[in-house]
């Protein structure tokens, strides 16, 4: 419906809006569109449509409405909420960030409002946030790659072919270590049930054949993430990449798991059955991406860890409680340890926990937690705590005092990362022996 609001003063000035669309009888498609936006003389919404592995972007002409929008993002890929979408200045142009035709990355395509074929504008890193700028000439992105942190830069908003990104804002300086990145390598696994995934690997520049390094798996959080083979546009993994660097940079092969349940790779993979507390199905990704891993044969099978936040902690402790065979130790930052409520341990959440196989966790963990946490509660910890003590099971707890799901104070980051990379220094590189005392409680060394 619309109306002219200048000319409705009151109600009683016989003020009415006029309908311009509407779905037709039992409509399962577009039953329900929301954030709706004017584009000149249309209107423009995303949705995800049933059945359909992608999110679409439609349009709805206001002079000539059809009875079916107008499908625009007919290129298949992931468009990630309304931060991915933006209009040009006289509303011809949808611009939007997807990862149609090149998976593992993030480029910007333009459509016409009115509806035609997609163009690709951007290529060559990974681009996103597109905002088109007054000129109509240029479009904004944010902008990341391999070794270039988030960046402000420009792009032609149309060509004969996409361009690469014209950096604005920053300009690194000399001492940033652009020359110590390493360009991650894409490999596809697949688990025992035929699911198909996708790995960044991580390889020191300096590693040197039949030279048999320490090996670390990076779980992302979420579940619904997906990791990139570069700088990532979200705060936390943008860190975290870094760190996956400096641990490579550190003689780590280092393998990051986009394990199923996260997004990029279309809803089915997304929605994966069995996961989660139905059965944590994602693990198998995990323990299949480690034991890869594990046979390359520049890596030191005896000396694989894991690490990751939130979900990647609740893999990293589904890991080492299932898997201590094969990771040896392993970082879990602020984790579900136990799915539900129940302690029932016959009930499938219970099974899916990684309490529900504790008795199997022999490897040393180091845990990090805020007691703030209003993602994930702290009582997680506490209860695992309480269990590992009591198996004898050596760990390292770090309490931030006041401090939420992913800290907000820089510094924090600064102390946590930094006692990560000792522990894991210690316990996979050296493969230090824990030293823990009769009552169980962990004593660091």
């Not at 014209?166 to 300086?173: D, E, I």
């Not at 069995?274 to 323990?287: I, M």
Request: charged content about 15%; hydrophobic content about 40%.
């Amino acid at each position: 419906m619309v109306a002219d609001v200048t000319k409705c003063t009151h109600l009683s000035d016989g003020c009415s809006a006029s309908e311009i669309w509407r779905a037709q009888p039992d409509d399962r498609v577009f039953s329900g569109i929301n954030n709706i936006t004017w584009a000149g003389d249309h209107l423009v919404f995303q949705m995800s449509p049933p059945n359909d592995e992608w999110d679409r972007v439609y349009s709805i002409s206001v002079a000539n409405p059809q009875q079916q929008p107008t499908l625009l993002t007919t290129n298949d890929g992931l468009i990630e909420g309304n931060f991915s979408v933006s209009l040009s200045r006289d509303g011809k142009t949808v611009y939007y960030a997807t990862n149609a035709t090149d998976i593992e990355r993030r480029h910007i395509w333009a459509v016409p409002v009115a509806g035609g074929t997609p163009a690709q504008i951007s290529a060559g890193a990974i681009e996103t946030t597109p905002v088109a700028l007054a000129s109509g000439k240029q479009v904004a992105v944010l902008w990341f790659d391999v070794a270039t942190p988030a960046s402000v830069g420009l792009v032609p908003a149309s060509g004969a072919a996409p361009a690469k990104v014209k950096n604005v804002f920053p300009t690194l300086g000399k001492d940033f270590p652009a020359s110590q990145h390493v360009t991650p390598q894409i490999v596809w696994l697949t688990a025992p049930d035929s699911v198909k995934f996708s790995n960044q690997l991580f390889l020191p520049k300096d590693l040197k054949p039949g030279e048999k390094r320490p090996a670390m798996i990076f779980v992302h959080g979420g579940p619904s993430r997906q990791m990139l083979p570069g700088y990532h546009y979200m705060q936390v993994y943008h860190w975290y990449y870094g760190y996956n660097q400096w641990l490579a940079n550190q003689g780590y092969i280092v393998m990051s798991v986009n394990y199923r349940s996260g997004i990029g790779y279309g809803r089915s993979f997304q929605r994966a059955a069995n996961t989660n507390a139905r059965g944590n199905s994602e693990y198998q990704d995990v323990l299949a991406a480690g034991r890869w891993l594990a046979a390359q044969p520049n890596v030191d099978s005896s000396r694989v860890g894991i690490w990751g936040l939130s979900y990647g902690g609740l893999l990293t402790a589904q890991a080492l409680a299932r898997n201590s065979d094969l990771f040896v130790a392993g970082a879990d930052l602020a984790g579900v340890h136990l799915y539900g409520n129940s302690l029932d341990p016959e009930a499938l959440s219970f099974k899916s926990s990684a309490v529900g196989a504790i008795d199997g966790w022999k490897s040393p963990v180091f845990l990090v937690h805020g007691d703030d946490d209003r993602n994930v509660d702290f009582a997680q910890t506490v209860g695992l705590v309480s269990l590992l003590r009591a198996r004898n099971v050596y760990y390292e707890l770090m309490v931030v005092p006041d401090d939420l799901h992913e800290s907000y104070y820089h510094q924090n980051w600064v102390v946590t990362l930094d006692r990560m990379g000792d522990f894991f220094n210690r316990f996979v590189r050296d493969k230090q022996t824990p030293v823990a005392t009769q009552a169980g409680k962990a004593q660091p060394r």
